[in-house]
């Protein structure tokens, strides 16, 4: 479905590859058979170039004079530049755009023109070409290595490029494992070639009937520009509820808005069958065979054009070498890598999520230089929240802990919530604001643990609450950011507010943040 573009060649000068006579590592002190002697050498390797690995290599090396290269098969930038959040966030932001414009009297009400929104994303994605990315790689000061790489030993990674040439590399300090995920496709849809994410944000073809199965973020925003695209879209959801793992409004909030779409969702509806004519790979985003029939567990069937498949992914570790060290999967989900070894973004198993991913990719790449320059290393923050943002209508916007997931650890806490147009900076945003926030805090500390905003444009109210969180900010400090008025961030006000007044206005001298 990618268009590889293969080089054997690294792509910045040699003068990057240091020269490897002395400094090869040892592999007898390892154990391990090395199957040649390296090509070339650079103090780190990174193997997968997302926008994790370039991370990860990118700060391994800034400000020091260490080497590194990235080994990447297909495009460099990775699942999230081509493939998922850069495509289906170009697809989405013309037609919130455009549902604001409805509940907005004073401007005509937008209408979509699919052709032109295809014609945006593909802009986005550069037109699957990563020119752009290797000549930034090469700024960087990475070498580029182009093909399939595994593990061939301790610290020795082998390259096979598109034209069957193979080269050995060895690396100095670090191997970075940053080769993301791939779609996990339940057994009972294998081999009737159905969409995966890609081709719900590659779409060219626009199929007339389509099924999703999964109630997850993929599915929830794929169904939002599919239908929007045209498609009757019916949603086939093993549970009761939509985004299962945010707040329940979330999910109830989003659901709403789908079937006010004309999105049907079937709930409690678990795949045991499906059937497919003429299924074949005729490319990306375009409909792959003839009539689909889905069959349940209940009996009822589901006809459709094309149907999509969202029911989660998993890290792409089948073939990266790990037997040749006597490792498996396992040991590097479960974080037990020898110390020249990191795993990092999809491929480690932590939240799928680019900025995740970005920031435990700077975290590890900084680490790494400063073990091999002796440097101090930079000081972390080892509980940093999560935050995510769906973009659905309404959008929804999360960071840190459920009331559910925080109570469920033992935690006692303390919840307020308000309507999402609670305030005149929210009210604003449209004539009918749907939609809720909420903060979970914790009673003894008065720390927030999490926070949920679920509403048109509500993705830029939630980095609030991740400083707070990171920053261990208690509400009592918190109600004395002053949002201006009228924006959408007075919705904090609103739900400070809402919480007991022992927790948000203690009564004690002025002043009592920790560091001041
Ligand atoms: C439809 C969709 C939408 C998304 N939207 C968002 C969003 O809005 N925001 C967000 O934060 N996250 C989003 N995500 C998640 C995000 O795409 C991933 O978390 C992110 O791409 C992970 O980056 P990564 O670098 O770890 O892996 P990837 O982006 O998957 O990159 C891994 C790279 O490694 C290469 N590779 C793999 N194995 C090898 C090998 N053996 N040798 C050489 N190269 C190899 C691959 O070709 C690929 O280029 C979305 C995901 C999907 C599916
Ligand atoms: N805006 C964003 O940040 C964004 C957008 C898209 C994807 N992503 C990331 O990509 C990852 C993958 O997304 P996703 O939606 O595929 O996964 P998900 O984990 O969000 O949802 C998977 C869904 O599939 C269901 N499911 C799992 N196995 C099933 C089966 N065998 N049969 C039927 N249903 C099944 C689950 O119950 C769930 O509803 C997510 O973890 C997400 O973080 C992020």
């Not at 375009?286 to 989660?312: F, I, K, M, Y």
């Not at 960071?399 to 999402?420: I, K, L, N, S």
Request: hydrophobic share 45%.
């Amino acid at each position: 479905m990618s268009a590889p573009q293969q080089s054997a060649a690294p792509a910045v000068p040699d003068t990057a590859v240091r020269d490897t006579a002395d400094s090869a590592p040892d592999d007898s002190a390892s154990g391990a058979a090395s199957p040649s002697a390296p090509d070339a050498t650079y103090d780190v390797i990174v193997l997968g170039g997302g926008p994790v690995g370039e991370n990860a290599a990118q700060y391994a090396i800034e400000g020091t004079d260490l080497t590194a290269a990235i080994v990447e098969e297909a495009l460099l930038g990775g699942e999230c530049s081509y493939y998922a959040c850069m495509p289906s966030k170009a697809l989405l932001r013309p037609i919130d755009v455009a549902r604001t414009t409805e509940t907005l009297p004073g401007v005509a009400t937008a209408a979509l023109e699919p052709e032109a929104l295809l014609a945006r994303r593909d802009d986005w994605v550069s037109h699957y070409d990563d020119a752009g990315q290797a000549r930034w790689a090469e700024g960087a000061g990475l070498a580029l290595e182009r093909g399939h790489g595994r593990l061939v030993g301790e610290r020795r990674v082998e390259v096979l490029a598109a034209d069957g040439t193979r080269r050995v590399l060895a690396a100095r300090h670090a191997v970075v494992l940053a080769t993301g995920s791939e779609a996990a496709i339940p057994g009972p849809l294998q081999g009737i070639e159905p969409w995966t994410s890609r081709d719900a944000t590659g779409v060219v073809e626009v199929p007339e009937r389509l099924v999703t199965i999964g109630g997850g973020v993929v599915a929830c925003e794929a169904a939002t520009w599919m239908r929007a695209l045209g498609s009757a879209v019916t949603m086939l959801v093993r549970g009761d509820a939509l985004l299962s793992s945010a707040e329940p409004f979330a999910g109830e909030a989003v659901a709403e808005s789908l079937e006010g779409a004309g999105v049907r969702i079937v709930r409690e509806a678990r795949v045991a069958q499906a059937h497919r004519p003429q299924a074949q790979p005729t490319g990306l985003g375009r409909v792959h065979g003839g009539t689909v029939t889905v069959r349940c567990e209940d009996g009822t069937e589901h006809e459709a054009d094309e149907v999509l498949v969202a029911t989660g992914r998993r890290p792409r570790l089948g073939d990266v070498g790990l037997e040749s060290i006597g490792l498996g999967a396992d040991e590097v989900l479960a974080g037990r890598l020898p110390a020249w070894l990191h795993a990092v973004g999809d491929a480690s198993g932590e939240a799928p999520l680019t900025h995740w991913g970005k920031h435990r990719a700077r975290v590890v790449g900084a680490r790494i230089a400063a073990a091999a320059t002796g440097a101090q290393p930079p000081f972390e923050v080892p509980d940093a929240p999560v935050p995510q943002v769906v973009f659905t209508d309404p959008q929804v916007a999360s960071v840190g802990e459920t009331e559910a997931q925080a109570r469920e650890r033992g935690a006692e806490v303390v919840t307020a919530q308000v309507p999402f147009g609670a305030a005149a900076g929210t009210a604003l945003l449209r004539d009918a604001v749907p939609g809720r926030a909420q903060i979970v805090v914790d009673r003894a500390t008065g720390l927030l643990l999490g926070a949920a905003f679920v509403g048109p444009e509500a993705a830029e109210l939630v980095h609030a609450a991740t400083v707070a969180i990171t920053g261990r900010v208690p509400v009592a400090v918190l109600r004395h950011a002053v949002a201006s008025y009228p924006t959408a961030s007075e919705l904090w006000l609103r739900l400070l507010e809402e919480l007991p007044r022992e927790l948000r206005a203690p009564v004690g001298p002025p002043v009592s943040a920790p560091g001041r």
